[in-house]
C-alpha cells in the first residue's frame, strides 16, 4: 500500500516467493513491479517495499534517484517492513529510481518513474 501526503492511497504489486529450501519454513515478500508515480512538486508517498519474515537474511538494501534535485528517495528499516519514501522537490518530466536489496540468495533491483509537476 502507498499513501500519499494528501491521504490517497495506491495498490503495490507484491509477489509471494516460496519457502527457503535450507531452513525452517519461512514465507517472504519481495515487491512486484512498483507502479510509475506521478507527483505534486512538495508531495511525499511512503511505500511498504517489503514485509518480510526473512528480515534477519538481508544483507542490504538502499534505493538511489537519478535526479536528487527534483526527487528525493530514502529507505528505512521499521519494527517487521522496511519502507520507501519519495519526496517531490522539483518540477520533472521522468526521473528513474532504483530500488535494491540483497539477500543471502540474490540480489534484486526494482526500479520505477517519478513525474512531477
Same mark, same amino acid.
Given at each position: =500500500? ?11 504489486? *507484491? ?17 512486484? /513491479? =512498483?507502479?510509475?508515480?506521478? =507527483? #505534486?512538486?512538495?508531495?511525499? +508517498? /511512503?511505500? /511498504? ?7 534477519? #537474511?538481508? #544483507?542490504?538494501?538502499?534505493a538511489e534517484? @537519478?535526479?536528487?534535485? @527534483? *526527487?528525493? +528517495?530514502?529507505?528505512? @528499516?521499521?519494527?517487521?517492513?522496511? =519502507?520507501?519514501?519519495t *519526496? @517531490?522537490?522539483? +518540477? ?15 540480489? &534484486?533491483? &526494482?526500479?520505477? &518513474? +517519478?513525474? *512531477?509537476?
Open positions: =500500500m502507498i499513501t500519499t501526503a494528501r491521504g490517497l492511497a495506491l495498490a503495490v504489486a *507484491v509477489a509471494t516467493v516460496g519457502p527457503c529450501t535450507d531452513g525452517p519454513d519461512y514465507c517472504e515478500e519481495v515487491p512486484g /513491479e =512498483m507502479p510509475d508515480l506521478d =507527483m #505534486l512538486v512538495g508531495d511525499t +508517498v /511512503e511505500t /511498504e517495499v517489503w514485509t518480510n519474515c526473512l528480515r534477519d #537474511l538481508l #544483507l542490504g538494501f538502499g534517484s @537519478a535526479d536528487s534535485a @527534483a *526527487v528525493a +528517495v530514502s529507505v528505512t @528499516a521499521a519494527d517487521s517492513s522496511i =519502507m520507501l519514501t *519526496v @517531490a522537490i522539483d +518540477v520533472a518530466d521522468s526521473v528513474r529510481v532504483t530500488v535494491w536489496w540483497a539477500d543471502r540468495y540474490s540480489d &534484486h533491483v &526494482h526500479g520505477f &518513474h +517519478v513525474r *512531477v509537476r
